[in-house]
């Protein structure tokens, strides 16, 4: 089984990898594992039965994996199964060759693989373009949290020689405030993942500040590294660590990164990368951690490096994710941060508690600093204050990534066992607690959710005075009337996180008007296709956050209905409007009266009243008021007002269908006054629930029509739109764009007749 083989004054040991199974071996089955294959498998499978088991009670309490791979780790460590002391010696006595060895290897190798990942998600773009607050908090986040190295030498006398001597205590205490006071990328950017809040602004500001500070602690560890070498190991050693270093940075910037943008360079849009070039991109990275290691240096410095000058997205970021990510965050990841854990020892935090004490205030006491120190810029800046704490939590987030650090210091005996198992625990609580602060904390929603108010004062006071009031055509509407802006915005994303570039965008343009696809797609000839539901959930969200109004576009592609020619106008487009009642419906009429001045567009008000509706509910008065302009037909000639009494959900859906051929277009909003039996019995039937009960009828695969419809929601002021397809072919854009803007107040529904837009944008 374990070989020993003497040559010369040599000792070489192996052991063998596959053994001959249990059935060759049923009188001593435990001879199996002194085989490392099945040696590895049973550890495998061990660390994800308890992360399985420890994972279903925690989920219940929104606690998140991550905790539940370190309670794993915990559980197999020395305080129940034991199964490193265990694994020990099974295969050779050689510590090479020790039991653990494969199972360190893929430990270390998913730290490597993570940490790689992760950064090359993370953008650069973002980080560096995002002004002075990320950088102001990244440099003082660094800096301030050394501030608790003038603590190191309090209660020095009290420290017990048989713990640790006093020199190697003072260095443990050094060891904590450098390992508290970094922050390290991977472990925000996988918080803000968890989160979903990684490409909003929040979470923007995170990531820059982050690798502001980033740099410096990379620059840092280099220096300690190599300054370590120069004290206890030779002057020379050093200077050769300082000359490998500036190589791997030239080889890295002037070697490496062209031939990375060459490789995207030559790949073709719409084509993936070739596997040949992202083998050679992962097995680079393997390279630079042997090359630091061959340097005493940390491994993790060289996957991080190389990392950095991989562009995120398509065609090479995207496709390291695709291959590799979900391997690295399922299986490697898992064993990493188990086996990590597995080293923690709680009973020797309580034989040791007295001496561990000053460690652990000291670790709370650099979180205070830290917390001060990451919000006290962003309250300068004039940040609100519940995000300047979740920017500061969010920064102050301890996690697995710093198991790196951790464990690098025990290994160099900088740290105790006590002192390494208090840690753990440390970043135990941190990843149980603060997502779940952060998530209470902190709701992009609130921050985007729009509100009702009144029109500007400064509207009313210059209205009066504008040179074009009492013109029947404003002179300056009249020339900005069909003008369209097309702005292009292009953003590479996550299709879970889409929402936040969306609304980003939205908010930072004033947009008044979102148009996004219904995900549903038909032929030309109007047959159903296929249904996208990653188009459907970022639909869903959008609903959710949007910060304006949100048109669902139903393109059934071309429009069926001939140019209907009268004797005095030309219509291009028949648009119908069709209206029950609420909020939704009322922001819908509002969107069509502003196409009545449009010659090449005909509008059509279809109400359908039910024969029951109480005359004196806030929602019918309201409904009515909106109507009132359009009954008359001397003040509205250019829009048409048609009511038809229904009397049951039957005659709704009839209505419906007989509408869907009369009309190119159809406007309708996404919710209606549910009250009554008449329309939530159909919301059983419902297919699409974004696009609410009318919307999916007309969205329906059955449904023999050419029909385009858009659909509004004005909860969030949000709509579904097939309308704006039709307008913009009108008016000469061949391609409808994701965010639609007219310049005017947020809300389309409380503009003013006399308050115009000078152009209409699509952005």
């Known amino acids: 089984m374990n070989t020993t083989t003497y040559i010369g004054d040599c000792r070489i040991s192996f052991f063998n990898i596959s053994s001959q199974g249990f059935w060759d071996n049923l009188k001593s089955p435990d001879v199996v594992f002194g085989y490392s294959l099945p040696l590895l498998e ?43 002391e265990k694994s020990s010696g099974k295969l050779s006595v050689d510590p090479a060759l020790d039991g653990i060895a494969a199972l360190r290897c893929i430990s270390v190798f998913g730290t490597l693989m993570f940490t790689f990942l992760m950064t090359v998600r993370t953008s650069r773009r973002v980080a560096f373009h995002s002004g002075k607050l990320p950088v102001v908090i990244g440099i003082v986040s660094f800096f301030a949290p050394l501030f608790g190295l003038g603590f190191q030498n309090f209660f020095s006398d009290n420290i017990d020689p048989h713990y640790m001597p006093l020199t190697k205590a003072l260095g443990e205490r050094t060891a904590i405030v450098i390992t508290q006071s970094s922050i390290l990328l991977p472990s925000t950017t996988y918080i803000l993942l968890e989160l979903k809040i990684i490409n909003s602004e929040l979470g923007r500001l995170a990531l820059s500040a982050c690798v502001i500070n980033d740099i410096l602690g990379i620059f840092s560890m280099i220096v300690a590294s190599i300054q370590a070498t120069y004290i206890h190991v030779s002057h020379a050693t050093a200077y050769r660590d300082i000359v490998a270093v500036i190589i791997f940075f030239l080889v890295v910037f002037l070697v490496f990164k062209p031939m990375v943008q060459w490789v995207i360079d030559r790949t073709p849009e719409d084509k993936p990368v070739e596997d040949m070039y992202i083998h050679a991109v992962i097995i680079t990275a393997l390279a630079s951690a042997a090359y630091f290691v061959f340097f005493n240096m940390k491994y993790i410095l060289g996957p991080l490096m190389i990392s950095i000058i991989i562009p995120e997205g398509p065609p090479l970021g995207s496709a390291l994710e695709a291959k590799f990510e979900r391997l690295t965050m399922n299986v490697f990841l898992p064993i990493s941060i188990t086996f990590s854990a597995m080293r923690c020892d709680g009973a020797r935090i309580l034989s040791e508690f007295n001496d561990i004490f000053f460690n652990i205030f000291l670790t709370f006491l650099i979180l205070v600093i830290k917390l001060v120190a990451c919000l006290a810029p962003c309250l300068y800046y004039k940040l609100p204050l519940s995000e300047s704490l979740a920017v500061s939590f969010i920064l102050s987030y301890k996690s697995f990534a710093d198991f790196v650090l951790y464990e690098a210091v025990l290994d160099d005996t900088y740290i105790s066992q006590a002192t390494y198992s208090f840690l753990i625990l440390y970043s135990l609580l941190n990843a149980g607690i603060v997502p779940t602060i952060l998530r209470r904390m902190y709701d992009p929603r609130r921050k985007k959710r729009l509100r009702d108010h009144s029109i500007p004062t400064i509207v009313v006071l210059t209205e009066p005075r504008l040179p074009y009031r009492g013109y029947s055509s404003p002179p300056c509407e009249a020339r900005c009337l069909e003008s369209v802006t097309v702005t292009t915005f292009t953003a590479f994303s996550h299709e879970n996180l889409m929402h936040e570039d969306i609304c980003t965008l939205a908010l930072d343009k004033t947009t008044s008007m979102i148009v996004v696809p219904s995900g549903r797609k038909w032929t030309v000839d109007g047959l159903f296709e296929s249904d996208n539901t990653a188009i459907r959930h970022l639909n869903q969200s959008l609903l959710d956050r949007a910060p304006c109004s949100i048109g669902i576009l139903v393109d059934r592609g071309q429009f069926s209905r001939k140019s209907i020619v009268t004797s005095k106008k030309r219509y291009s487009i028949d648009v119908g409007v069709l209206f029950i009642g609420g909020k939704d419906d009322r922001e819908a009429l509002s969107l069509v009266k502003r196409m009545k001045n449009n010659p090449r567009i005909r509008v059509t008000v279809i109400r359908l009243v039910f024969d029951h509706e109480i ?105 579904t739109l097939s309308l704006a397809s039709g307008i913009l072919r009108t008016l000469g854009c061949p391609k409808l764009t994701l965010v639609c803007k007219v310049e005017a107040t947020p809300c389309l529904s409380s503009r003013k007749k006399h308050v115009s837009s000078t152009a209409r944008n699509i952005v």
């Open 42 to 84: 049973i550890q495998i499978i061990l660390i994800f039965f308890c992360i399985v088991m420890s994972h279903m009670f925690l989920r219940c309490i929104g606690i998140s994996q991550i905790a539940s791979y370190m309670i794993a780790g915990i559980v197999l460590g020395p305080q129940l199964f034991d199964v490193l």
């Open 615 to 719: 005359e004196s509910d806030w929602d019918y008065i309201l409904d009515n008021e909106g109507l009132k302009d359009l009954k008359s037909t001397e003040d509205n000639k250019d829009i048409d007002y048609i009511e038809r009494i229904v009397t049951s959900s039957v005659e709704v859906v009839k209505a419906v269908q007989l509408l869907a051929e009369e009309y190119d277009l159809m406007v309708v909003g996404r919710d209606h006054d549910m009250t009554s039996q008449d329309l939530s019995g159909l919301m059983e039937w419902v297919e699409l629930p974004e696009l609410g009960v009318i919307g999916d009828l007309l969205a329906a695969r059955d449904l023999s029509s050419k029909l385009n419809s858009v659909f509004l929601n004005p909860s969030f002021h949000s709509f």
